[in-house]
């Protein structure tokens, strides 16, 4: 069974654009979640989709915005870029079924 | 929301036991104990989960005390390849993906 792929790996983009990541959670799951993780803050909660509407939201401005597809693909939005949005960002999916979250390999975004 | 502590880093040697200890003094009664191991450029990988006493399977043990206030994971006999981040997880995904809290993790340095 594949696992939670995400792209791009890397990302290098300037302050002021927007950029979009994406990522396919393993075949069956509905659930996907993002998070942000930084040396500073750890790991934190963005958003999640379950069966194309976000079910639940972290405490992040509303330049974090995302979706999901019928497919439960997700793509994630972050318009704006400050330096700030550097981090690696992960995204798990889940069969919510039980309490497992299997993450991607994450993509990292640098914010010049 | 629970507040987890983990210590900063461990040291250890080939061939040890390992105990990392999470604490988790606000826990609510229907959160699990997730742990996950993150290599870099990687995302979290699940290793174990418990609700309350102990969880063992074929990598890992969790121990979980009556009051469930701490977890301590358990490694027997590491290897180099053990050398990670060890987070603890505290939460339900049912009761809400903002309610997960992760600890700041643990570094785990394996020696020969």
């Known amino acids: 069974k594949a696992g939670v792929t995400q792209t791009p790996r890397y990302l290098i983009k300037t302050r002021g654009q927007q950029v979009t990541l994406s990522c396919s959670p393993i075949?069956?799951?509905?659930?996907v979640s993002w998070y942000q993780q930084t040396p500073g803050q750890g790991l934190q909660f963005l958003f999640e989709y379950f069966s194309e509407t976000q079910r639940n939201k972290g405490n992040f401005p509303g330049r974090f915005s995302g979706r999901q597809f019928s497919n439960s693909r997700s793509e994630m939005n972050v318009s704006t870029l400050e330096l700030g949005d550097s981090a690696l960002y992960l995204c798990?999916?889940?069969?919510?079924?039980?309490?497992?979250?299997?993450f991607g390999s994450g993509t990292q975004l640098s914010v010049l | 929301l629970a507040k987890t502590t983990q210590p900063i880093s461990m040291d250890s040697y080939e061939g040890q036991e390992v105990n990392i200890t999470c604490s988790h003094n606000?826990?609510?009664?229907?959160?699990?104990i997730t742990w996950y191991q993150q290599f870099p450029s990687q995302g979290p990988r699940f290793i174990i989960q418990g609700y309350k006493t102990k969880v063992t399977n074929e990598v890992a043990s969790l121990f979980i005390p009556a009051d469930r206030k701490s977890s301590t994971l358990s490694l027997p006999r590491v290897s180099l390849s053990d050398t990670a981040v060890y987070y603890c997880?505290?939460?339900?995904?049912?009761?809400?993906?903002?309610?997960?809290?992760f600890g700041t993790g643990t570094r785990l340095l394996v020696s020969p």
């Open positions: 075949s069956g799951h509905r659930s």
């Open positions: 606000n826990i609510a009664t229907n959160d699990y």
């Open positions: 798990a999916s889940s069969s919510r079924t039980d309490e497992k979250l299997f």
């Open positions: 997880l505290v939460g339900a995904m049912n009761t809400g993906f903002q309610k997960l809290v």
